[in-house]
């Protein structure tokens, strides 16, 4: 069993060291004053330093967070939008498997107003609603 200490490199080093991340200067002075070299007298030939580097690296990725995603898209509401704009036929399929079809007239949070042709317009509630689809798609699938 030998003495030797593993060193891993980082991803900059790498590549040929194209981003270095400078120290702060208190780093520098940490060892009793003393600073230590490439050639200062240290006995692994500054590979001390190069550790030091890739911590000074890993700390500065772990300052820069990802700032988590919204909670809402708006997909939902641009996707009534383009169909109440377009007066659309819509499907929609209720929890219990009943369909209505008709066109969204308005909508907030937690209802959908839809507008029939032959039967009298409904006011839905979206707990109800397990799905929505364009009534033409349900056509083209009859045909094929």
């Known amino acids: 069993m ?13 590549k040929g060291k194209e981003r270095i991340v400078p120290q702060p200067r208190e780093r520098e002075r940490s060892n009793n004053g003393s600073h230590r070299g490439p050639g200062g007298g240290d006995r692994d030939g500054g590979r ?3 550790r030091e580097n890739a911590r000074a690296q890993q700390s500065a990725v772990q300052v820069r967070k990802r700032t988590p995603p919204p909670m809402e898209t708006n997909a939902e509401l641009f996707y009534y939008k383009k169909q109440i704009d377009a007066h659309t036929p819509m499907v929609i399929v209720l929890l219990d498997g ?25 006011l839905l509630l979206k707990r109800n ?14 045909t094929d």
Request: proline fraction near 2%; glycine fraction near 6%.
């Open 98 to 122: 009943e369909e209505i079809e008709g066109t969204i007239e308005w909508y907030d949070r937690g209802a959908v107003k839809v507008n029939r042709k032959s039967a009298p317009n409904l």
């Open 2 to 14: 030998s003495n030797r200490k593993l060193i891993r490199t980082t991803l900059a080093e790498v």
């Open 48 to 50: 001390d330093s190069g």
């Open 129 to 142: 609603v397990k799905y929505m689809f364009k009534a033409e798609d349900r056509v083209a699938e009859a």
